[in-house]
C-alpha cells in the first residue's frame, strides 16, 4: 500500500476554492474546502486562534480575520 501526501504549496491548499464554515459547537468552526478538512477556528480568551493540520496561524481579534488568515496562509 502506497501514502501520497498532499503537497504542502500554497496552490494545494487553496484548489478547493472557498473555505465553508460551520459552527460545531460554542466557540469552535470547522472549515471544509471542496469536501475537504481545510482547517478549524477556536474562540480563546486571547481571541479567535485560526489552525490548519495543527499549525497555528495566528490569533486574531476577530473571527471574520482569523477566516481571512486562511486565504493568506
Not at 501520497?4 to 500554497?10: E, F, L, R
Not at 480568551?45 to 486574531?60: M, N, P, T, W
Amino acid at each position: 500500500m502506497t501514502i501520497a501526501h498532499a503537497s504542502s504549496g500554497s496552490s494545494a491548499r487553496h484548489a478547493g476554492g472557498a473555505i465553508q464554515w460551520t459552527t460545531v459547537q460554542s466557540g469552535l468552526w470547522v472549515g471544509k474546502a471542496a469536501g475537504e478538512f481545510a482547517g478549524m477556528i477556536e474562540s480563546r480568551d486571547d481571541g479567535f486562534a485560526a489552525i490548519r493540520l495543527s499549525e497555528l496561524l495566528g490569533v486574531y481579534e476577530s473571527l471574520a480575520a482569523a477566516k481571512a488568515a486562511f486565504a493568506a496562509a
